[in-house]
């Protein structure tokens, strides 16, 4: 086998949850799944695809009609004219993220990571034989991103750069100036810019703001997809939205990859952007009221976090336990039975941190907090034993 792919270090959230998985009992705080049902009128749509014969390969690019109903949502939430053939439809935004990697990444050429941010930014940069750069996310700087830092990690060999907001795992919601200041600065030194918007319907405070209307030059590629804001983690649809050219080049690496996406999810999907959206309002404001119970449990216990703006994510600081995020994840796993996404496994700057995830319900956050308060103060330096 290929080291490129034996080296890939698999994602530290994932071996937290191979073990919640061999324990019934486990609270279960470390997943970003939503933990809603998926709502009936979707459900109902993938039944009736199914039903009236939706069960053969589709176009490399996806449904014609999904396609448009993508586009208008970018218009409509952008003010950005999209076409349908700017969209490409995806297994899960996992794979229009690895279309991104694939079609814009060389060997050896430098991408522009956010630390903390989603490993998998980190796992697909080494799959394509590319170099992962990090720029920092601090909570000094309320883990907005500072142009400047950024800047400083452009070399010869930098490609592309990512953003994720909402992010995985702060929470935090980018300012309109810090998108804007980013996109000027991918402009001037010429980086594509990948920009993970997955959580867009997930604000709390605010607005989101996303990087397309601070594009003028095509250079880039909007993530965006169904899971996270409709509860449809088990469809796998997501979308790029980005040139023609792009599109057409990605539906050949579709064609490579999977031949194409699901019919019925795509039916389901489908009915999710073009259906009510009271439901995706409804969840966020109940991740909202999860997000005010954990603070206030979290300030109750005295333990540092970060209070965040947007997705369904957590930060609270471990240091003083004395361990590391893995270490604590997993001995809170073990001794007290809560499942968490440990800091180290986001990047350098998180590593004294754990993630939970606010998709679960409030008694299992409210235990899930006692026990982490439990174990902080059990291991920390005021502690006996
Ligand atoms: N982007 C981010 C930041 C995520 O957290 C996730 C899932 O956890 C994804 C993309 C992938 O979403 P999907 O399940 O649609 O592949």
């Not at 804001?229 to 796998?236: D, E, I, L, N």
């Not at 800091?343 to 956050?365: C, H, K, M, Y």
Request: glycine share 8%; aromatic share 8%; with cysteine.
């Amino acid at each position: 086998m290929v080291p490129r792919i034996t080296e890939i270090q698999g994602s530290g959230i994932r071996e937290i949850m191979a073990m919640a998985l061999q324990k019934p009992s486990v609270i279960r705080l470390e997943v970003g799944e939503p933990d809603f049902d998926t709502p009936s009128h979707i459900v109902e749509a993938a039944c009736q695809a199914l039903k009236s014969g939706s069960t053969r390969y589709i176009s490399n690019t996806a449904l014609a009609p999904l396609r448009q109903a993508a586009a208008r949502f970018f218009e409509t939430s952008t003010g950005v004219a999209t076409t349908p053939d700017q969209i490409l439809v995806t297994h899960g935004a996992i794979l229009s993220l690895a279309t991104a990697w694939h079609l814009l990444v060389d060997e050896g050429d430098e991408v522009l990571i956010p630390d903390p941010g989603w490993p998998n930014y980190t796992m697909l940069t080494r799959l394509v034989r590319g170099v992962p750069r990090f720029y920092q996310l601090t909570p000094q700087s309320d883990f907005q991103p500072d142009t400047a830092q950024i800047e400083s990690q452009i070399g010869p060999r930098t490609k592309l750069m990512v953003l994720c907001s909402p992010s995985n795992p702060t929470g935090q919601v980018y300012g309109e100036s810090v998108i804007r200041n980013i996109l000027s600065l991918a402009r001037e030194r010429d980086l594509y810019v990948v920009s993970d918007e997955i959580y867009s319907n997930i604000v709390f405070e605010g607005s989101h703001t996303s990087a397309l209307p601070y594009d003028t030059d095509d250079r880039t590629v909007v993530v965006h997809g169904v899971s996270k804001s409709y509860a449809m983690t088990g469809f796998r649809v997501g979308f790029t939205r980005a040139t023609a050219d792009y599109v057409v080049q990605g539906a050949k690496l579709q064609e490579a990859l999977v031949s194409c996406g699901t019919a019925a999810s795509q039916a389901a999907a489908l009915a999710a952007l073009e259906g009510p959206q009271d439901c995706v309002r409804e969840m966020r404001d109940v991740y909202r009221q999860r997000r005010d119970l954990a603070c206030d449990e979290l300030t109750r216990h005295g333990l540092g976090f970060w209070r965040p703006h947007g997705a369904f994510y957590l930060l609270i600081d471990i240091a003083p336990s004395g361990m590391d995020g893995r270490e604590f994840a997993l001995k809170l796993i073990d001794e007290k039975n809560v499942a968490v996404a440990p800091g180290p496994t986001f990047g350098q700057v998180s590593r004294s941190f754990i993630r939970i995830s606010l998709a679960s319900s409030e008694d299992n956050i409210k235990t899930g907090i006692e026990r982490i308060a439990e174990m902080v103060n059990d291991r920390g330096p005021h502690s006996d034993g």
